[in-house]
């Protein structure tokens, strides 16, 4: 059919070549934080103060100083924690572990694996909500200096569609030198971690200089951070980080999860003055729930959703919608819960069970590796020993007719104090040791040491040409360890 149009921007569009049929437009957005073309939605989420924003308040503040207070804090002469990459040495709640330490860091690493597999298990995405530090620092330090700096969200929201104007240049100023402040002393804390306190402060009251490359790390990980919490901010959480992809894995129709309750909520709709007169005398309302379908639960919501659909990506368990919720049923004279922690076989009105089959693994795997864990670091030895023969001569003759055997010995000091160790011989008889300086040494805290031992053994404990040397290493209070090593030397030896 021919066109007749005049619209000269209907011409327009038709000038440009059709788009490739496989090419589909999505039919709605397909994150939240997303709008259906593909851009990015702004989020401006509403405060919501109840009683578990308090709770999650005093939990947060809690992990965000004991962030501060780690590698401050000392116990056993170490700080709290210490992971010293550089020199392979780790410094846990006291207890030190090392490179060698294979097994003691395989535990470690599966036993919080299995941790957060059993959390998620149980408790849904509470690591998110009450614990990641993405959502502690953004939702009580950042979030709140922002509001401090430029206002409630509407009047930021109304702001940012005005452009950039003089106002909104010296708040996002002032608000961005604050962010740098505190995204500074992060990376320092971060940083400490790795190299410790006062080694920290002696690099930061010396010459940059001396330590360019420590102050690029720091402008770098601080200008990371100031983008991360004034840029991307729930980004982190829909795109970037992979737990929310893990849930479906990790978590089942039992786990908790924040929800809205549809058999009582729905049909939602707002209620005329008249009705809401009939609800307060007590007058159960026709083909309506208890939802007014206010809003305030995706007003609130830091990434955007609405909770009333159903478990979604984007719900990071913050419980802000339960708060909003919980305020607008009370003010309305309902029963708070319409948003509750719930399970979906709880919501759909089937049995839910605490105890299931792959809470009950999960449980005995985590039970039985924390038990090893704990009782191999309990038990652990205060000094390492490693013996391994030196790539000279496999053995040599002496003179006077004993037969020498060299070997590299690597010690080790496990705890935070000097000792002093002795290697004496206790098989084969006859056998004494000459080591390079002496049998008996020091180990400073840590220390690692490489010593060379000579066993002189008599000719005649060779049985076709091999025998076996035991050694006892003791540092002098009690702790002692026996090792045994191959000795070669002449096969003809009677």
């Given at each position: 059919m021919e066109n007749t149009t005049n619209d000269p921007k209907q011409e327009q569009k038709q000038d440009p070549p059709e788009r490739p049929s496989h090419i589909l437009e999505a039919p709605e957005a397909v994150l939240s934080t997303m709008n259906k073309d593909?851009?990015?939605?702004?989020?401006?989420?509403?405060?919501?103060?109840?009683?578990?924003?308090?709770?999650?308040?005093?939990?947060?503040?809690i992990l965000?100083?004991?962030?501060?207070?780690?590698?401050?804090?000392?116990?056993?002469?170490?700080?709290?924690?210490?992971?010293?990459?550089?020199?392979?040495?780790?410094?846990?709640?006291?207890?030190?572990?090392?490179?060698?330490?294979?097994?003691?860091?395989?535990l470690l690493g599966l036993t919080l694996v299995i941790s957060v597999v059993w959390a998620t298990a149980l408790f849904g995405r509470v690591w998110c909500g009450w614990g990641c530090p993405q959502t502690v620092y953004m939702e009580f330090i950042f979030r709140p200096i922002e509001r401090l700096v430029e206002g409630t969200e509407a009047q930021r929201k109304r702001r940012?569609?005005?452009?950039?104007?003089?106002?909104?240049?010296?708040?996002?100023?002032?608000k961005l030198f604050l962010y740098t402040i505190i995204a500074a002393a992060m990376?320092?804390?971060f940083v400490a971690y790795f190299v410790s306190w006062d080694v920290l402060t002696s690099w930061m009251t010396g010459a940059p200089s001396k330590h360019w490359g420590f102050f690029l790390m720091m402008g770098i990980t601080t200008a990371l951070i100031v983008f991360d919490f004034a840029y991307f901010r729930e980004q982190m959480c829909t795109i970037a980080c992979p737990y929310a992809r893990l849930q479906s894995v990790l978590m089942d129709p039992d786990s908790l999860i924040v929800s809205y309750d549809p058999s009582r909520g729905e049909t939602r709709g707002r209620r005329t003055k008249a009705q809401r007169e009939q609800e307060k005398q007590g007058i159960k309302l026709k083909n309506l729930g208890d939802c007014i379908d206010c809003g305030a639960c995706v007003r609130t919501c830091p990434t955007g959703i609405d909770i009333r659909d159903g478990l979604q990506l984007e719900c990071i368990s913050c419980t802000q919608c339960i708060?909003?919720?919980?305020?607008?049923?009370?003010?309305?004279?309902?029963?708070?819960?319409?948003v509750r922690y719930t399970s979906e076989n709880k919501i759909d009105n089937k049995p839910s069970r605490i105890l299931r089959p792959r809470l009950v693994l999960y449980t005995g795997l985590l039970v039985l590796f924390s038990s090893v864990l704990l009782y191999l670091v309990t038990h652990a030895s205060m000094f390492d020993i490693n013996m391994m023969r030196a790539t000279d001569k496999p053995f040599t003759v002496l003179p006077d007719g004993q037969v020498s055997n060299h070997f590299k010995m690597r010690t080790q000091n496990r705890i935070g104090s000097?000792?002093?160790?002795?290697?004496?011989?206790?098989?084969?008889?006859?056998?004494?040791?000459?080591?390079q300086n002496d049998a008996k040494f020091t180990l400073k805290p840590g220390q690692m040491k490489y010593i060379d031992l000579w066993i002189v053994s008599p000719n005649e404990v060779f049985k076709?040409?091999?025998?076996?040397?035991?050694?006892?290493?003791s540092n002098g209070s009690g702790a002692e360890q026996i090792i045994e090593h191959k000795m070669l030397g002449p096969v003809s030896a009677k």
């Open positions: 593909g851009t990015r939605k702004w989020m401006y989420p509403k405060l919501s103060k109840g009683s578990m924003y308090t709770r999650r308040k005093i939990v947060g503040w965000i100083a004991l962030f501060f207070a780690l590698p401050i804090v000392k116990m056993n002469g170490e700080p709290a924690m210490f992971l010293d990459i550089v020199h392979r040495r780790f410094a846990i709640f006291g207890q030190i572990f090392y490179a060698t330490d294979t097994l003691l860091l395989m940012d569609k005005q452009g950039w104007t003089p106002d909104k240049v010296w708040r996002t100023a002032v990376s320092h804390t708060d909003a919720c919980d305020a607008i049923m009370i003010g309305v004279g309902k029963e708070p819960g319409l000097s000792q002093d160790l002795q290697v004496t011989v206790i098989e084969p008889e006859g056998a004494v040791i000459k080591a076709s040409g091999q025998s076996t040397a035991k050694l006892r290493v």
